[in-house]
């Protein structure tokens, strides 16, 4: 009975272990401390998983997702400083506020493909990113 209860203990703590992942993320080089950041985790799959809206401290923001599993994820975010909740363009769609994407992937002309801003996560990580204007 020991045993199994040993057993069970160790089957427990190893499937918590697999969903501990820590990403933190560092968005430099805001251009002002107006608004917030709204930001977006996607999976593998193009799913939006997880959402925050972050403050803005010395042209900067640090945001956490806790208790992930190992796999590969996305970020997608945008500077709000009017706190509309949307990303303000101009009359030719060109985006008037801060915008970028996980592995500072930028593209041509129009949104980066999902692969260039996918990153794998096998443990806690740190990523810097910083928007364009």
């Not at 925050?52 to 923001?61: A, F, L, P």
Request: aromatic residues 10%; hydrophobic residues 35%; charged residues 20%.
């Amino acid at each position: 009975m020991k045993r199994f209860t040993l057993l069970i203990c160790l089957l427990l703590l190893t499937r918590l272990a697999s969903g501990q992942c820590i990403l933190e993320i560092e968005i430099s080089g805001i251009r002002n401390n107006k608004g917030e950041i709204l930001l977006q985790l996607f999976n593998e799959n193009q799913k939006v998983i997880g959402q925050q809206k972050g403050v803005i401290e010395n042209n900067n923001c640090k945001m956490k997702f806790t208790n992930l599993k190992p796999g590969k994820y996305a970020v997608r975010y945008f500077h709000d400083e009017n706190l509309s909740q949307k990303l303000e363009t101009n009359g030719l769609g060109i985006p008037k506020e801060g915008y970028g994407y996980s592995n500072n992937a930028a593209g041509l002309f129009g949104p980066p493909s999902f692969d260039k801003w996918i990153f794998e996560l096998n443990g806690n990580r740190k990523i810097q990113l910083k928007p364009t204007y």
